[in-house]
């Protein structure tokens, strides 16, 4: 038993006239781009979902950012982690090159209250950045969000060509092979159904190519963008998400009237256990000093 349209085809495809077959390898070739694309595009997708599910639940299990960041866990495929290792990497070198050290603050005693224990690890923190240090590390999770969309979005230039040219190359052969069809019956003077039958079939095995080539295409390109946008989103609300929770717990937002006490205590002014002063200065004059230098 042969498959169904198998005769039509078969027969059309005999009847096609040479500039319709070239036509139709054209559209073979798209087709063999258009499934690749398909093929490698909804492996990548699948993995990043189910990698970003994983990262997700192993990051929001931590109080602190970096956790997972210093255990080197790794959620191959997930474009939330690389967006992650990415900030984490740039902030590891702020605190390693351009620490600011924040000590003796004061902490939360209860546990009861909401949030407490995440505020509890914040204070605890004593090297932290800058705020110019934050901006850069803010920086770098902006560019490694855009280079993960445009990861996710590579090759799905090759679907919308296949969409929006398949059927037009189809059509093009179609009317090509008309065209020849007719100035056939035209030469020859015998204008009936016997005649024209053969080479209109064969010229609308080319448009019949070219949908098959062009609808695939169409739905896989319509669900891959729309997995893609909601993947992005999800990333750029992971990054508010995590700038956040980085700017909470490692960023030096002291007041004035803080930093200028921890400066105090560095340069070393106070008394010792005999009641003289350690500083070498007088309270005005520190004072004044380090008040000026954030003036």
């Known amino acids: 038993m042969q498959p169904i349209f198998a005769n039509a085809f078969d027969f059309a495809l005999q009847k096609a006239t040479t500039e319709g077959k070239i036509t139709i390898a054209m559209l073979v070739v798209v087709s063999l781009f258009s499934w690749t694309v398909i093929i490698t595009k909804a492996r990548q997708l699948y993995r990043a979902q189910k990698a970003g599910k994983k990262f997700f639940a192993a990051y929001r299990a931590t109080r602190d950012p970096l956790e997972l960041f210093r255990k080197s866990e790794e959620f191959a495929g997930a474009p939330a982690y690389e967006v992650y290792f990415a900030g984490g990497e740039e902030l590891s070198y702020h605190l390693k090159n351009n620490p600011v050290q924040v000590k003796n603050r004061n902490r939360v005693v ?173 309270p005005t004059t520190l004072t004044l000093a380090t008040a000026g230098a954030y003036a």
């Not at 190359?169 to 008309?178: A, F, M, Y």
């Open 110 to 282: 209860s546990t009861h209250v909401a949030g407490a224990e995440t505020d509890m690890f914040a204070r605890a923190v004593e090297t932290k950045v800058s705020m110019a240090s934050f901006e850069s590390v803010k920086v770098t999770l902006e560019r490694a969000v855009s280079a993960q969309a445009l990861g996710l979005e590579k090759g799905m230039i090759v679907l919308s060509t296949a969409v929006a040219g398949g059927p037009f190359i189809g059509l093009l052969g179609t009317v090509w092979g008309v065209m020849e069809t007719f100035s056939g019956i035209a030469k020859v003077q015998a204008a009936s159904l016997t005649a024209m039958a053969p080479g209109v079939a064969g010229a609308l095995i080319a448009t019949v190519v070219g949908l098959f080539v062009a609808i695939p295409a169409m739905f896989a390109y319509n669900y891959m963008i729309t997995s893609i946008r909601a993947i992005t989103q999800e990333l750029d609300n992971f990054t508010t998400e995590y700038a956040t929770a980085v700017e909470h717990a490692y960023v030096d937002n002291r007041s004035v009237a803080e930093e200028v006490a921890d400066a105090l205590r560095q340069v070393g002014y106070g008394r010792n256990e005999t009641g003289r002063e350690t500083g070498s200065e007088s």
